[in-house]
């Protein structure tokens, strides 16, 4: 049975809990709180009942730590005597929500439809008022005094019990085992009692003890208002309302009571928080591992021509724990250049791209011996937003669904190029009629949820035109569109290129989509960069083993339905996992121990194409990629 | 801000806006209905006769056949049900037992004392919470001063879990007793008005700003919060521009239960400070079995409940159409 599982862990997961510094204090308060109910009354009831005529109206003093009220009794030994009437009556109230809460709770789950559905609303309608209008509601009903007030506080909290439950039960009851009981034939009492109640216990239980504290608050604040407890009997409320208008005179013999319902009310919250921990419904606090110094790794600067718009090297991101999801690229791009960077997810290629854009996602680091764009240091002169134009995966989510589009460009202007609001706004509106989308006034006035997500896409890159970009970021630009969308904002990438002259760095999973758009490729794994080369060289002139796989695991046009497609055997190494050889070893079927021991950097190989491989494959030696991988897992062995 | 303007016709999403509408006032009418029901039949559910219980045991048999009649008890239950229907529907609420003059009236001159505690303090806990809240979450995001946040989620947490006449009684222990710079009570020039507006913001303005502070820190997570990022703006637009106008529609549907007890609230507060308002007048009604008095003052509070809790969903709906519409 899962209940069972759950009520011997979770008792382990008290017992833990209990011991921490909260579950310390909560038990020690909830102690003291019963001590006070059980003896306070035992001890000090002669004490506070006792009329003395020559003390009246005192206020505080040695014999009388809170003064005396209009008999003379004293009010310190008054608010501890009052404890044991407010707990019990406190309890009896929560007893009653939590029973009747239960009973409309699980009744949708158990009765007939139509009944259930007629309960779920008559509940779903009683949350909607605001829980002391209904307390009110009910006290008149019941009239003043302790029992109607126990009633009425009891009821008043069943509402939200039961909606609380009934969500639960809802869930529950769609379960296979429950399902599976009632094709048993096993009945309703039975049902509830054996799966529904053990699973919702715990929930419910938690609920109970936080609402214990509001049901003490609104006990003490019927009583205050003259309509719960009546004299003679007294708990904490009736004691604030006899003293409140004693303020002016005595203030702590006001104070006392009220603190006493608000300390109270925390234990009852301490208590639930331990019982929230136990029960795992408390995140633990995620512990930071302190960041490990990265060692230096060396990698000569590519041998890139002067005249690059993007020239970085040794550029690393780092996260806390030592892991190293870029680990120490370089890489330039020319002036109008349009250069793929693909790999496998997990590769640090959209970090690479994030880099750039100095947009590395907290906490993660970024470090690079240079960082150099259109001659400037990146670092200290940001030219993104105007220079450097970015586009994200996902263009349902990238863009602001409370603004207007036309305002989400228009600030880019105004922010970056000092134009005023309506000469910001016509460019707006211009720069979306250049991305083809239709009728762009209008469409600028509309907000992002009634674009569809290709004109979406159209709209962020839009966006990156409000400046003169020389450099337009793309991670994944297509990734989330529909096939056919996807053509079109690739035309409209390659046209925006055209046009402006602008370098693109596009970062894609997709070879079939890098291969259309691009002259370079760049290929990543393991965080780093490990082989470059011409668009052109791509099937067939590939070197690295890697890039080679990657080009057999495409379906192309030609490839015949009926062949399997090539896989690449095992997985790609987890940021912190690297190792001191070259990071695809473990899956390379040409791996030697050179490989396992050392990482090959990367190296000049053909005209315009670098390779960081120890054994790279050249057109004589070439194995079929598909062969080539379907060793694989025999080379890792 | 975000700007409050409905689609144009002939857009796509307004077939989802019907959908919307109508469900929302359809929930509001049921609700409305059974707060007059349960109004109704609150006089039915009180155990014994009612008007003997308000005139004490000891009244006159023709004084209370005469009040049974004026109060239209004797009727058959279902005209009595269409008459109290009716008589609403014209603003009548029929007259107090103990004051001899018409609900209405003893509604309309206690009203604006209520208001004039609700609507500050409603204004206030908005300017309080919120740029508490995003302050916080903005000194605190990506786990940085675990000690800050331990700090703000301690004060907002204690001061959201004390009671609200509770607080009251001690702003009046520290502002009018101790430091007397306050009145202690009742209605009078403008220094009367801060104690309870204070009381009345505080506890709401706590737990509003620590959702707030979620919320924010849920924003500032989004993909358009990089996006804002990317066009290098300037942090107070990315806080202001991008991120408010976001957490401000979610911050307000989580809150909007928090405005409705807002209302109920002002009942403690104002007999705390003995304010001449509804709350006072209920409670009053209750201990003197002033019947029609108690259902007037209900019905007052519930629709005004109802009506709050609408005013938000549409509010926020019209803010964020894309979540709202689509979800509920």
Same mark, same amino acid.
């Given at each position: 049975m899962p209940h069972q599982d759950q009520d011997t862990s979770l008792r382990h997961r008290l017992g833990r809990t209990l011991r921490t510094p909260i579950g310390v204090t909560a038990l020690t308060a909830c102690l003291l709180v019963v001590l006070v109910a059980v003896f306070g009354p035992v001890l000090l009831g002669d004490q506070a009942a006792r009329i003395d005529t020559d003390a009246i109206n005192r206020g505080s003093s040695a014999a009388h730590l809170l003064g005396t009220d209009q008999l003379g009794r004293d009010i310190a030994a008054r608010v501890v005597v009052a404890t044991r009437l407010t707990l019990r009556l406190t309890l009896l109230a929560a007893v009653i929500g939590v029973g009747g809460g239960l009973l409309l709770g699980v009744a949708p789950a158990v009765v007939g439809r139509r009944l259930g559905r007629l309960i779920t609303a008559t509940v779903g309608v009683l949350v909607a008022f605001p829980g002391l209008l209904f307390l009110l509601f009910l006290a008149t009903i019941f009239g003043v005094g302790s029992t109607g007030a126990v009633f009425a506080v009891g009821l008043a909290m069943v509402p939200p019990m039961a909606r609380l439950v009934q969500n639960l039960t809802a869930s529950i009851a769609g379960s296979d085992y429950v399902a599976a009981a009632r094709i048993l034939g096993v009945g309703r009492f039975k049902l509830v009692v054996r799966h529904l109640l053990p699973n919702i216990a715990e929930p419910s239980v938690l609920f109970a003890t936080q609402a214990a504290g509001g049901i003490l608050v609104a006990f003490s604040g019927l009583s205050f208002l003259g309509l719960g407890v009546q004299p003679p009997e007294y708990d904490w409320g009736r004691l604030l309302n006899e003293q409140l208008n004693r303020i002016y005179v005595n203030p702590v013999a006001a104070l006392a009571p009220g603190a006493a319902v608000v300390l109270t009310g925390l234990m009852f919250g301490l208590v639930g928080e331990v019982l929230a921990q136990a029960g795992g419904r408390r995140a633990p606090q995620a512990r930071e591992a302190t960041p490990q110094q990265v060692k230096p790794q060396d990698e000569t600067a590519p041998d890139g021509d002067g005249g690059a718009l993007v020239r970085a090297r040794d550029l690393r991101v780092t996260f806390p724990g030592g892991r190293r999801a870029v680990r120490g690229i370089s890489l330039s791009i020319g002036v109008g250049e349009a250069v793929g960077l693909v790999g496998e997810s997990g590769s640090g290629k959209s970090l690479t791209a994030l880099a750039l854009a100095d947009l590395v996602p907290h906490p993660g680091r970024v470090c690079a011996g240079t960082l150099r764009f259109d001659g400037h240091d990146l670092r200290a002169d940001p030219r993104l937003g105007t220079e450097l134009a970015m586009v994200f995966q996902d263009p349902m989510a990238s863009l602001n669904p409370a603004l207007r589009v036309g305002r989400q460009l228009a600030e880019v202007a105004e922010v970056h190029?000092?134009?005023?609001r309506a000469q910001a706004t016509a460019r707006a509106v211009d720069r979306l009629g250049a991305v083809r989308i239709p009728l762009p006034e209008r469409r600028a006035r509309q @907000?992002?949820?009634?674009?569809?997500g290709g004109m979406r896409q159209r709209a962020v890159i839009a966006m990156g035109l409000m400046g003169e970009p020389k450099l337009i970021v793309a991670d994944e630009p297509t990734t989330a569109l529909d096939v056919a969308v996807q053509q079109q904002v690739l035309d409209l990438l390659a046209e925006v290129r055209a046009d402006s002259g602008a370098a693109l760095l596009l970062i894609s999973h997709d070879l079939a989509v890098v291969a259309q758009v691009c002259e370079r490729v760049l290929v990543m794994y393991g965080g780093l960069i490990v082989e470059d080369l011409p668009v052109a060289q791509l099937v067939g002139g590939a070197a690295h083993p890697y890039t080679r796989a990657l080009v057999g695991a495409v379906p192309t046009m030609a490839t015949d339905p009926g062949t399997e497609l090539a896989t690449i055997p095992g997985r790609p190494p987890e940021p912190g996992e690297a190792g001191a050889g070259c990071p695809f070893a473990p899956r390379c079927?040409?791996? @030697?121990k050179r490989c396992h021991d050392d990482a090959p950097e990367l190296a000049g190989f053909g005209p315009g194409q670098r390779v960081a491989c120890w054994y790279p494959v050249d057109a004589e030696t070439a194995v079929a990629p598909a062969q080539a991988a379907s060793h694989g897992a025999e080379a890792t062995s | 801000m975000a700007t409050l303007t409905l689609n144009s016709p002939g857009t796509t999403a307004r077939s989802p806006w019907a959908g919307f509408a109508l469900r929302r006032t359809w929930r509001l009418v049921v609700s409305l209905a059974a707060l007059v029901t349960a109004a109704f039949a609150m006089i039915h559910l009180i155990p014994g006769d009612p008007v003997r219980t308000a005139l004490g045991t000891t009244a006159d048999p023709a004084l209370i056949a005469a009040r049974r009649h004026s109060l239209g008890l004797d009727q058959p239950l279902l005209k009595q049900y269409g008459d109290f229907v009716g008589h609403l529907l014209h603003g009548r609420l029929g007259d107090s037992i103990g004051a001899q003059m018409p609900v209405s009236e003893i509604i309309s001159s206690r009203l604006p004392a209520t208001l004039q505690i609700a609507v500050p303090a409603f204004v206030l806990i908005l300017l309080l919470a919120i740029p508490v809240g995003m302050t916080a979450a903005v000194l605190t995001k990506d786990g940085r001063r675990r000690r800050g946040e331990l700090a703000f989620t301690g004060v907002t947490g204690f001061l959201g879990a004390v009671p609200e006449f509770l607080l009251a009684v001690g702003l009046i222990a520290a502002f009018a007793v101790a430091w007397p710079v306050f009145p202690v009570a009742s209605r009078g020039g403008m220094d009367s008005y801060v104690l309870p507006v204070l009381a009345l913001t505080v506890v709401p303005a706590a737990t509003l700003s620590r959702i707030v502070r979620v919320e924010t820190l849920r924003v500032l997570g989004e993909d358009y919060m990089r996006t804002a990022r990317a066009k290098r703006l300037p942090a107070r637009l990315r806080y202001l521009r991008h991120a408010l106008p976001n957490l401000l529609t979610s911050s307000l549907t989580l809150g909007g239960l928090l405005f409705s007890s807002l209302l109920a609230g002002t009942v403690l507060v104002e007999n705390v400070f003995a304010w001449p308002g509804l709350g006072t007048t209920i409670v009053q009604a209750i201990t003197e079995k002033d019947y029609p008095l108690v259902q007037g003052v209900v019905l007052v509070y519930g629709a005004a409940a109802l009506l709050i809790t609408f005013a938000v969903d549409v509010a926020v709906a019209v803010a964020d159409p894309q979540s709202t519409v689509r979800g509920s």
């Open positions: 190029l000092g134009a005023t @907000r992002p949820h009634e674009y569809s079927e040409r791996a @030697r | -």
